[in-house]
């Protein structure tokens, strides 16, 4: 496992706007913040696909954010958290989420194909 950057050297290699600022981003937080999404939507590939958005949203939105008591980690989960309810929220068919519903998280991996060519579009 990867060291962690401070909050602040973490801060300014993603501002960069780099490949490094968001390999550091994603390999830092991919597992921790799939996990969470992944509580929310018991579905491994749309856990993929809300993991994808939130990282283009901390991508797109870490220029604006402040500190705050829990720092980026909790920013980052409170963007996880929040874009994962928005699809369960608007998911047509319900019974969607229960197909993986006994995979408990540690059943389940998250991605192994990098996103960062996603992030830095």
């Known amino acids: 496992m990867k060291a962690r950057l401070s909050e602040k050297n973490l801060i300014a290699v993603v501002q960069t ?7 550091t981003l994603y390999d830092n937080y991919a597992a921790t913040l799939f996990k969470v999404i992944y509580c929310y939507v018991k579905d491994q590939q749309l856990a ?3 993991l994808e958005q939130t990282f283009i949203k901390i991508w797109n939105s870490i220029d604006q954010y402040q500190s705050q008591p ?10 996880a958290r929040n ?3 928005n699809v369960v929220k608007h998911i047509d ?11 408990t998280v540690e059943d389940v991996n998250y991605p192994i194909t990098p996103l960062v060519p996603l992030i830095i579009q």
Do not use: F, V
């Not at 829990?70 to 963007?79: K, L, R």
């Not at 068919?93 to 006994?102: K, V």
């Open 48 to 50: 993929e696909d809300i």
């Open 93 to 103: 068919n319900p019974i969607h989420l229960n197909r993986e519903s006994q995979k």
């Open 17 to 23: 706007r780099t490949r490094i600022g968001a390999e």
């Open 83 to 85: 874009l994962s309810k």
């Open 70 to 79: 829990g720092g980026i980690y909790a920013w980052m989960i409170s963007i």
